[in-house]
């Protein structure tokens, strides 16, 4: 049974050199949430009008098919 154990203990190990330190983690998290906050702007800007030249161009294709 120790045996066992120990065999887990160390195969799990290199495991957690891939998850990174917390402190690393919340500076990546802020970076995200800054980059999302910039963004949001913009897409609110650019969704609407993205939205009405695809039922546009979708509109066109419609005509030229039917």
Excluded: G, H, K, W
């Excluded at 495991?15 to 990174?20: D, F, I, K, Q, W």
């Excluded at 039922?55 to 066109?60: E, G």
């Amino acid at each position: 049974m120790l045996q066992l154990f120990f065999a887990v203990a160390f195969s799990a190990a290199p495991l957690t050199l891939y998850v990174p330190p917390v402190r690393s983690l919340n500076l990546f998290v802020e970076a995200l949430e800054s980059f999302f906050r910039q963004t949001s702007d913009y897409s609110a800007r650019v969704y609407p009008r993205a939205r009405i030249a695809f039922s546009r161009v979708i509109a066109v294709f419609r005509r030229i098919l039917l």
